[in-house]
């Protein structure tokens, strides 16, 4: 059984800082990492996909992700209320779009004023 | 952002009833998904479409649910026989050229 987990929170953290959501998958064969956001009673939305070892970088998001731990985090900086919402982390074992999403339980992110 | 959308927004429908659920992906894309989302869970995958045939299904995915291609532009998930248990928010998701999928809107299933 293929697994993404998370930490299901809620994350609470001021206006301003920096925010830590952390995810690790059970396949190795996982490609392709992505995080989308929810919001209550809304679809998720795409933040950011990772397909190599390293950083990557989006604005005030960035990406981490490690293959030989499973491992795979995301960085939001100078936290906003408006990023208080639900992070998806999921994965496939596909390149890019191609294959199915394995979802985890996701993240809720509070962000306090 | 490339639009996916679905309709109808919400369904309300009698266990045991047929429910056809619709989605317009983005265009020009072979790939095409179908999700759901129990209340409090977890997205979880039905099954996706590639080139007019299912690709691949999960256990979710049985005797009771089909997806077709009735047009050019639409897909359509169908569930036979409502149970219960099926009552949860069904999404499509079409990937785009920065090779991800996006997701519509949803639509919302309550099975009485």
């Known amino acids: 059984q293929k697994e993404v987990e998370q930490n299901s929170g809620p994350l609470s953290v001021p206006e301003g800082a920096i925010a830590s959501l952390n995810c690790t998958y059970s396949?190795?064969?996982?490609?392709?990492f992505f995080w989308y956001r929810q919001y209550s009673g809304k679809s998720p939305e795409l933040i950011m996909f990772?397909?190599?070892?390293g950083d990557k970088e989006d604005g005030r998001f960035t990406a981490q992700l490690n293959k030989a731990s499973q491992y795979v985090s995301l960085l939001i900086r100078d936290s906003q209320p408006s990023d208080s919402a639900t992070y998806l982390c999921?994965?496939?074992?596909?390149?890019?779009?191609?294959?199915?999403?394995?979802f985890g339980k996701g993240t809720k992110l509070s962000v306090k004023p | 952002e490339p639009e996916v959308t679905q309709t109808p927004s919400h369904q309300v429908t009698q266990m045991g009833q047929e429910v056809i659920l619709r989605c317009v992906p983005i265009s020009n894309h072979l790939y095409f998904y179908w999700y759901r989302q129990i209340l409090g869970q977890k997205v979880e995958f039905l099954v996706s479409f590639y080139n007019n045939e299912i690709s691949e299904k999960s256990e979710i995915f049985d005797d009771q649910f089909s997806v077709e291609r009735p047009d050019g532009s639409n897909f359509t998930l169908k569930i036979r026989s409502t149970k219960l248990e099926d009552s949860a928010m069904y999404f499509c998701?079409?990937?785009?050229?920065?090779?991800?999928?996006?997701f519509g809107p949803g639509t919302r299933l309550t099975v009485l």
């Open positions: 999921a994965v496939t074992n596909y390149g890019g779009s191609q294959g199915n999403l394995i």
């Open positions: 998701a079409s990937p785009a050229v920065t090779d991800t999928q996006y």
């Open positions: 990772i397909y190599s070892n």
């Open positions: 396949d190795r064969g996982s490609q392709s």
